[in-house]
């Protein structure tokens, strides 16, 4: 199915889903294989996904946040989680359909075509958004690729590509984790094993990360929101340079930082209990 098919075919009772998350659905902002993202009331947005696994992480994180009482600085806020009922039938597959209703975030990166960079050929490259040039002081939007700690003029250049290159690693480490956690013969986890040596190594290695990589007022939070969530043994296995963005400051006593808006496709050990607990507290729609 095209990427969008799925979507149109939910809108078809958006009159219920906008009941449900009492928001409207303004314009899309933004659709891609998994989730479709629209205006709602600033400053939120109302994203719907049919990843699996994102209402039950987002709601095992929001618990441990009001456990912990810390590490929230680093994760876009969430006003609401609803599961849209019954499920999607796409491509002859039931697909579970979620409702976020989060904080609207400028992106960190986005993607361009080849010309709207200056640059001959097809496809897309992905470089800094706008927000983020002008943050960082740089003259022209800039591929991750380009910069590095070498090249910064600034601390917080410095800072931005320690950053990028310290979420990679922990990207790396994370995915291991969770492959090594499963059954699975893909080569990928020999791969990890070899790499790795074992998912208390990979474990290990995601927290150092979480805990040294990330510094500066724009980047420490989100540190601090990792490094939570690994001592309670949630490592987010699909952190990448497009579901990173942008928190804006609202008042005086807040800042811009940078925050996952996106846990990515990580699954949790009581996802069916986090589902019933969804559904029984009165989040279920349609």
């Not at 294989?33 to 929001?62: Q, R, Y």
């Not at 943050?135 to 950053?163: K, R």
């Not at 990330?214 to 001592?231: Q, R, T, V, Y």
């Amino acid at each position: 199915m095209r990427k969008k098919q799925w979507v149109e075919q939910l809108l078809e009772k958006r009159g219920a889903i906008e009941q449900a998350v009492r928001m409207p659905l303004g314009h899309m902002l933004g659709c891609g294989h998994w989730g479709c993202v629209f205006e709602g009331e600033p400053p939120w947005v109302v994203k719907l996904s049919i990843d699996p696994t994102e209402g039950p992480i987002w709601a095992k994180i929001t618990d441990l946040i009001e456990q912990e009482r810390y590490g929230d600085g680093g994760l876009v806020e969430i006003k609401s989680l609803h599961r849209i009922t019954p499920d999607l039938v796409v491509g002859g597959r039931k697909r579970k359909v979620w409702a976020i209703v989060r904080e609207g975030i400028e992106p960190v990166f986005k993607e361009y075509r080849a010309r709207e960079l200056g640059q001959h050929g097809g496809g897309t490259i992905l470089a800094t958004s706008p927000y983020t040039t002008a943050a960082l002081g740089l003259d022209a939007l800039t591929a991750p690729t380009w910069m590095s700690v070498g090249t910064a003029e600034t601390p917080s250049q410095q800072d931005f590509a320690t950053a990028i290159d310290g979420l990679m690693k922990y990207r790396d480490a994370a995915t291991a984790w969770h492959v090594m956690q499963t059954r699975s013969r893909s080569p990928w986890r020999n791969f990890y094993v070899e790499k790795f040596r074992s998912p208390d190594n990979a474990a290990h290695r995601a927290t150092r990360i979480a805990e040294t990589a990330f510094n500066g007022p724009a980047w420490a939070p989100l540190g601090e929101s990792l490094a939570m969530l690994a001592s309670n043994g949630v490592y987010l296995r699909d952190v990448h340079l497009l579901n990173i963005g942008w928190h804006i400051a609202r008042d005086d006593d807040d800042w811009d930082r940078v925050v996952i808006f996106d846990p990515g496709h990580t699954p949790t050990e009581t996802t069916e209990g986090i589902e019933t607990a969804l559904v029984e507290e009165g989040r279920e729609a349609l």
